[in-house]
């Protein structure tokens, strides 16, 4: 089945810093969003995206849609130990009813 | 808490067991999903129901049933699973299957013996 590309997999970071994570896919698509899980729970939605080029904050966390449809980047600013987590990127192409995950990246924070 | 509620939040099933998981979304949605996660693998759409009516199968095996018989309930019927169905089993609702935002319940991690 199709997926989305999303990178880093992996990232350690000091706390303090500031993290960005992308989804890309040869595709368009009408929505993006951006989930995060903990171990053992479902996903959490983060933030979701409607139309290209729209930028949107929720706290720390900024994520845009971008112009093209067929990206997206979520930024997490002045990381802490409670965002350790992984990450989803999601999509849904127009006319459907599926929303296609991306790979996801695992955040470590060191404190 | 997302409003999608499924239960149990654990089974362990042998392969000829019959169980069945449970999903029941408080949010006025339309739409559900059940979504199966691996380890290290994606998140796979499995099935998807719209106002009641099963809009997406994505080649599921027929050892795995969905049911839906109200937009707030959603059943997957489980019969004769694999060591290798083993996975934790997501379900989702949004409003109305399209554009909108779909929320996550907290899954059933299933364990095939």
């Known amino acids: 089945g199709q997926q989305l590309n999303q990178s880093p997999q992996s990232m350690f970071i000091q706390e303090g810093e500031d993290v960005s994570m992308n989804c890309t896919s040869s595709s368009i698509f009408n929505t993006w969003l951006w989930y995060k899980q903990d171990p053992g729970e479902g996903p959490v939605l983060l933030i979701a995206?409607?139309?290209?080029?729209e930028l949107t904050s929720n706290g720390r966390l900024t994520a845009q849609f971008g112009i093209t449809r067929k990206d997206s980047f979520l930024n997490i600013s002045a990381s802490i130990p409670s965002d350790v987590g992984i990450y989803f990127c999601a999509g849904q192409k127009p006319g459907t009813y599926k929303y296609i995950f991306g790979t996801g990246t695992r955040l470590k924070v060191l404190a | 808490e997302t409003g999608v509620t499924q239960t149990p939040r654990h089974l362990v099933m042998g392969m000829t067991n019959k169980k069945s998981l449970k999903c029941e979304q408080h949010l006025g949605h339309n739409a559900m999903y059940w979504y199966k996660q691996s380890a290290k693998k994606p998140l796979e759409l499995m099935f998807v129901?719209?106002?009641?009516?099963?809009?997406e199968n994505n080649s599921v095996p027929s050892r795995f049933s969905p049911e839906c018989p109200n937009s707030s309930h959603l059943f997957l019927h489980l019969h004769t699973l694999q060591p290798e169905d083993s996975a934790l089993y997501l379900c989702?609702?949004?409003?109305?299957?399209?554009?909108?935002?779909?929320?996550f319940g907290q899954g059933t991690r299933l364990t095939v013996v």
């Open positions: 995206l409607y139309k290209a080029g």
């Open positions: 129901y719209n106002f009641k009516e099963q809009t």
């Open positions: 989702a609702s949004s409003q109305d299957g399209r554009d909108t935002e779909a929320f």
